[in-house]
C-alpha cells in the first residue's frame, strides 16, 4: 500500500493508505468521513484514471496493517444506501474497495427494474464492479460472492455528486477553482440533450460486451467533463 496525505475537513491532513492494484483504501478510525470535499475529488479523479487491465483479485481473508488480525466483513447502511467493507475487530479502520468509497460518497447508485430488463435483455453477464466476479444476470441481479448489486455510474449521479462535493470545496482553501468548476457544470448542461443519455448507455454496453465492469465503463465515459473540472485541482 501506498500512503498518502489529503486535506481534513477542519484542518490539517488525513494520512490514507491505499493500493492501486487491488482497488481498496485503508481508513484509520474516522478518516473516510473526516475526508475533506476537495480530497474526494481528487480520489475520484485518480480512481477514474486507472486502468481495469491492472487490477488484480483482493486477498480473500485481509489482514489488517496495524495488528495483522483477520478482518470482518461489515454491512453498513449509508446516505447513498447500503455499504459493505472490512473492518478490524480491534477497531483500528477499515478496509474500503474504491467501488464501496464511491458508493459511499454518492457518486454510484442501483439500477433500477427497467434498467435491469434491458441491461438482461442485451448482455448475459457482466462483472461486479465491487470484487470482479462475473455475475450472471439470467440467474441474479446481485454478486453471489460479495451480495454487491448491480450498479451504475451515470451522468446524473455524477454531476449531483460533484456539485454537491464541489460546493463544499469552493469553501476550502484546496479546493478546486470556482470559475473551473463553473464551466465544469455548463460542459455538464451540454450533455443534457435528448439524445445524449441513449448514446452513453449504448457505449457503456459496448463496453460491458468487451469486459468492462458498468461503474468503470461510466466512468470512462465521464472523461471529458472530469478533465474540465478537475484542471484546477
Not at 478518516?31 to 486507472?50: D, K, M, N, P
Not at 475487530?89 to 474500503?96: C, E, I, M, S, V
Amino acid at each position: 500500500m501506498q500512503t498518502r496525505k489529503f486535506p481534513r475537513t477542519s484542518y490539517g491532513d488525513v494520512e490514507v493508505d491505499l493500493c492501486t492494484d487491488c482497488r481498496v483504501f485503508w481508513f484509520d478510525k474516522g478518516e473516510s468521513t473526516q475526508l475533506s470535499a476537495s480530497a474526494v475529488i481528487v480520489l475520484f479523479r485518480e480512481i477514474h484514471g486507472l486502468s481495469a487491465a491492472d487490477r488484480r483479485p483482493m486477498s480473500s481473508v485481509p489482514g489488517c496493517p496495524r495488528c495483522g488480525t483477520h478482518l470482518v466483513l461489515a454491512h453498513d447502511i449509508v446516505k447513498s444506501g447500503r455499504l459493505t467493507y472490512y473492518r478490524c475487530p480491534n477497531d483500528h479502520g477499515r478496509l474500503t474497495p474504491f467501488y464501496q468509497f464511491l458508493r459511499e460518497k454518492r457518486f454510484v447508485r442501483d439500477l433500477g427494474a427497467g434498467e435491469l430488463a434491458e441491461l438482461r435483455a442485451r448482455i448475459r453477464q457482466v462483472s461486479c464492479s465491487n470484487c470482479g466476479a462475473p455475475i450472471d444476470l439470467e440467474r441474479s441481479s446481485c454478486c453471489e460472492y460479495c451480495q454487491s448489486p448491480v450498479a451504475i455510474l451515470d451522468q446524473d449521479a455524477v454531476e449531483k455528486a460533484l456539485r454537491e462535493w464541489g460546493t463544499q470545496a469552493t469553501a476550502e482553501a484546496a479546493g478546486p477553482d470556482p470559475a473551473k468548476l463553473a464551466d465544469a457544470m455548463v460542459l455538464a448542461e451540454k450533455y443534457k440533450t435528448a439524445a445524449q443519455p441513449v448514446v452513453r448507455w449504448n457505449e457503456a454496453m459496448w463496453r460491458v460486451e468487451n469486459g468492462t465492469d458498468l461503474v468503470e465503463a461510466c466512468i470512462d465515459l465521464t472523461s471529458v467533463a472530469i478533465a474540465e473540472l478537475f484542471g484546477g485541482v
